[in-house]
T-cell receptor, first 117, second 116 residues
Framework: NAGVTQTPKFRVLKTGQSMTLLCAQD?????MYWYRQDPGMGLRLIHY???????AKGEVPDGYNVSRLKKQNFLLGLESAAPSQTSVYFC????????????????FGAGTRLSVL | AQKVTQAQTEISVVEKEDVTLDCVYE???????LFWYKQPPSGELVFLIR??????QNEISGRYSWNFQKSTSSFNFTITASQVVDSAVYFC?????????????FGTGTQLKVEL
């Protein structure tokens, strides 16, 4: 059981280039999330999805787009990368929340380290 | 708005010492969940515990224990007899009980260094 898989693990971009980060989960989770982690700031939510075909903005959505065409995949796109987007990106997934034990725990991928020069 | 504060940026202890990581939260919701995650040097985020707002019972799991106090809006994490393998960044997080997309609000993390 792979859990949450992120690709690529590392990437270096030049300012203005575009790229897509892929997140795949094999736990049949309804909810998926993209966070960024910056030194001293913890993790901040970029976008999230509560189901296939749906997306919503998080705390820091500017400069990013997302798509959830399939339940198991959640893509994060950078159309024109900027140095301020240098960060570690984490994808997570969880069940539809309920009172059932462990249903709303988010499980994280290993992260993608992105540098924008 | 929800907020999580982890005032301790970095803590250094000697192996076998006990250490407590503080977490203070703010929320207007009556139903909510609190979490602790561990981020070891390898970088992944590992779930440690979830607690809902209606359950103030403290929990112990091996050398780990958690003290949830609604009166002080705190959810502190204690490691007893710390070990070098406990060295990591620890994050406290908060989510709504219902709705809101199950989003997590994270604290800024506490870097724990356990030395021999």
């Amino acid at each position: 059981n792979a859990g949450v898989t992120q690709t690529p693990k590392f990437r270096v971009l030049k300012t203005g280039q575009s790229m897509t980060l892929l997140c795949a989960q094999d736990m049949n989770h309804e909810y998926m999330y993209w966070y960024r982690q910056d030194p001293g700031m913890g993790l901040r939510l970029i976008h999230y999805s509560v189901g296939e075909g749906t997306t919503a903005k998080g705390e820091v959505p500017d400069g990013y787009n997302v798509s959830r065409l399939k339940k198991q995949n959640f893509l994060l796109g950078l159309e024109s990368a900027a140095p301020s987007q240098t960060s570690v990106y984490f994808c997570a997934s969880s069940y539809f929340p309920s009172d059932t034990i462990a249903k709303n725990i988010q499980y994280f991928g290993a992260g993608t380290r992105l540098s924008v020069l | 708005a929800q907020k999580v504060t982890q005032a301790q940026t970095e803590i250094s202890v000697v192996e076998k010492e006990d250490v407590t990581l503080d977490c203070v939260y703010e929320t207007r919701d009556t139903t909510y969940y609190l979490f602790w995650y561990k981020q070891p040097p390898s970088g992944e985020l590992v779930f440690l515990i979830r607690r809902n707002s209606f359950d103030e019972q403290n929990e112990i799991s091996g050398r780990y224990s958690w003290n949830f106090q609604k009166s002080t809006s705190s959810f502190n994490f204690t490691i007893t007899a710390s070990q070098v393998v406990d060295s990591a960044v620890y994050f406290c997080a908060l989510s709504k009980g219902t709705g809101g997309g199950n989003k997590l609000t994270f604290g800024t993390g506490t870097q724990l260094k356990v030395e021999l």
